[in-house]
């Protein structure tokens, strides 16, 4: 199985919570990517395209993979920082 997510990368769980609030308000997932992600996926919206089980790392893996098809997640921490994950696919 495969899913397709996006995701936007702050450096502080406060700003996630800032930003998961303004999605949950009605903001623009993938323009808020655009506007406020440290990572280069920004320039897509946040996607990261198709990626299967052991490709990421293992607390935005298991993030990613607990979610609905369109639900984001609560921030979640890596070494890179604090990460908003929306799930977009999932190929079987």
């Known amino acids: 199985m495969k899913i397709r997510a996006s995701h936007i990368l702050v ?25 406020h992600s440290l990572c280069p996926s920004k320039r897509d919206g946040g996607d990261l395209r198709y990626f299967g089980k052991g490709m990421m790392v293992k607390p935005f893996e298991d993030a990613a993979f ?12 890596t070494q890179f920082g604090w990460h908003l994950i929306k799930l977009t696919d999932i190929k079987e």
Request: aromatic letters at 2%.
């Open 11 to 35: 450096q502080t769980e406060e700003e996630a919570k800032e930003l998961l609030e303004q999605i949950n308000n009605g903001s623009d997932f993938s323009e808020l990517a655009q506007e």
């Open 66 to 77: 607990a979610l609905e098809v369109g639900q984001v997640s609560e921030p979640v921490q």
